[in-house]
């Protein structure tokens, strides 16, 4: 096994095998992967800061086996923090892993951690999300202007609501949506929020959406997945890489834009001159937090309601 070290800002430590090919079809290596995440790093830190995070595996590149990683392993270095978080449904403690600074995504990187997964909460309040998410998630047997058409409708009906949102792709063939909102509402407060919503548009356009969970009875529809706003499931973060075709990154759009670009158009070599040219698109999603009175109001939901 080549070994290497490395200085990232103040932190030594060794590297290996950074000439293994991940992505055989474009000859994309651990070495293009850990140099991404090194570059990108000043724009996803603040994305990732303070939450727990969950990560995928590719030792052996994205045709390899994989593996998904909660707990933080015996070998992590003693400069990486982590927070430990009681898990009730298998009954133990995980260590997860902080991203606090470059050297950290660089030494994920050098083992293999292609996906970023981080919560929608932070440590110091983990019980209160920072966003509602809805995961637009076409079938097979969809298009993505089809999905782009669901996006932009979805978006009418927050600018209803008197709700911003920023739109993201999922680094595949689907578009999340970020609603950043105050952090004083409850996981079970924006999921139902996001099941209204949701359900709204399911009801507009059923002949090409669906809000049903299982995947055999969904048919040819794009999935308006409200659920990922429960306590401990993520969405990969924005500017993290996926482990398909292409080396795609799940990129920050601009609404304007959402109809003019394809997924495929975001990779590990395209997005690093797009983020200089615009800088971070994401960043209103951590600074423009939202209350829900108006939109509590309009949909008839006196919960979100200020007393």
């Known amino acids: 096994m080549e070994k290497m070290n490395i200085l990232v800002d103040t932190r030594s430590f060794s590297v290996s095998n950074l000439d293994k090919v991940f992505w055989p079809e474009e000859k994309y290596t651990k070495g293009d992967l850990i140099k991404y995440y090194l570059e990108i790093s000043p724009y ?6 303070d939450r727990p995070i969950v990560f995928t595996r590719y030792p052996d590149g994205i045709n ?22 009681y898990a009730s449904e298998s009954e133990r403690d995980i260590d997860y892993i902080l991203i606090r600074e470059a050297a950290v995504l660089v030494w994920l990187a050098n083992h293999a951690c292609i996906e ?3 919560w929608l909460s932070r440590i110091h309040n983990l019980e209160n999300p920072d966003y509602l998410v809805i995961d637009l998630d076409p079938s097979p ?5 089809q999905v ?3 996006a932009l409708l979805l978006k009418n009906i ?10 993201k792709t999922s680094g595949s063939e689907g578009l999340h949506i970020y609603i950043p909102v105050n952090n004083i509402y409850s996981y079970q407060q924006i999921r139902e929020l996001g099941k209204t919503i949701a359900s709204v548009i399911a009801g507009i356009r059923s002949d090409i959406s669906t809000i049903e969970r299982t995947v055999n009875k969904r048919g040819p529809k794009i999935y308006i997945d409200y659920m990922q706003n429960v306590r401990g499931k993520t969405l990969c973060s924005v500017y993290s890489v996926r482990p398909k075709k292409g080396a795609p990154v799940s990129a920050p759009l ?5 109809s003019m670009i394809s997924p495929a158009d975001f990779t590990i070599k395209t997005i690093l001159p797009r983020v200089k040219q615009f800088g971070d698109l994401f960043t209103a999603v951590l600074d423009e937090s939202q209350n829900l009175d108006y939109a509590g109001e309009k949909l008839g939901m006196p919960q979100y309601v200020s007393k």
């Open 44 to 49: 996803i830190i603040k994305h990732l800061q």
């Open 116 to 118: 970023i997964h981080p």
């Open 64 to 85: 390899g086996k994989h593996f998904y990683q909660k707990n933080a392993p015996e070998y992590l270095p003693d400069w990486i923090d982590t927070y430990t978080h």
């Open 148 to 150: 782009v058409d669901i």
């Open 254 to 258: 601009k609404w304007e834009e959402v």
């Open 141 to 145: 047997d969809n298009t993505f202007k």
């Open 158 to 167: 927050l600018d209803e609501l008197k709700l911003k949102s920023y739109p």
